[in-house]
């Protein structure tokens, strides 16, 4: 939370990468008619289908809150989708790119364990005061809500366990592209020799 995630995806994006927001997708698994649509009703119950027919997400939010069992079930059902439509926009533009670079933006990468199939994992970390200090100016939350939500998150020493990259988002927005610009050259460098090795 208020690492700076999203911020190093759009940085990304605009020097070449195709992105693919996982938080999007979420969104989109939730839509009415879907099959995960239907397997979160028959779980929750009519109450988390707001008057428009959508997923009533505070509602449904309500039902899973430090109630970890609840969560659980909420996730068996959305991850998967969630990785499924990621997986289908990723064969798509491998297809239209093969030697593209392709980054999946994913708060909850290590939780669901979608890690292990991908070629690296890049970890953006700030440390706890600084996350509470950007959120807190950002989504008008108070420090105690923001830290409990940081509490209830996987902490920055398992992300880390993780990464094959660790980018440090502490020190602002020039050291940040500063930190990207080096992993992308390295990367795109990489993609660039094999292909002019191909035969």
Do not use: C
Request: charge should be negative; hydrophobic fraction near 45%; glycine fraction near 8%.
């Amino acid at each position: 939370m208020a690492s700076g995630k999203s911020t190093a995806a759009r940085y990304l994006g605009e020097l070449g990468a195709y992105v693919i927001d996982a938080d999007r997708l979420g969104h989109r698994a939730y839509e009415p008619k879907t099959a995960a649509f239907k397997q979160v009703v028959g779980v929750f119950g009519d109450a988390v289908v707001a008057a428009d027919g959508t997923i009533d997400r505070r509602a449904l939010g309500a039902k899973v809150f430090g109630q970890p069992g609840e969560l659980k079930k909420l996730t068996d059902i959305v991850w998967p989708e969630i990785r499924r439509l990621a997986d289908l926009e990723m064969e798509a533009e491998r297809a239209r790119r093969p030697d593209g670079v392709i980054v999946l933006e994913a708060a909850v990468m290590v939780e669901a364990g979608w890690q292990r199939s991908l070629d690296e994992v890049w970890v953006v970390a700030v440390e706890p005061e600084v996350a509470i200090e950007r959120a807190v100016a950002r989504d008008g939350l108070t420090a105690d809500e923001v830290r409990a939500r940081l509490d209830a998150q996987t902490s920055n020493a398992e992300r880390r366990r993780h990464a094959d990259v660790v980018i440090d988002n502490s020190a602002g927005l020039d050291e940040l592209h500063s930190q990207l610009d080096r992993q992308w050259q390295r990367v795109a460098g990489a993609r660039g020799a094999r292909r002019a090795a191909a035969p």
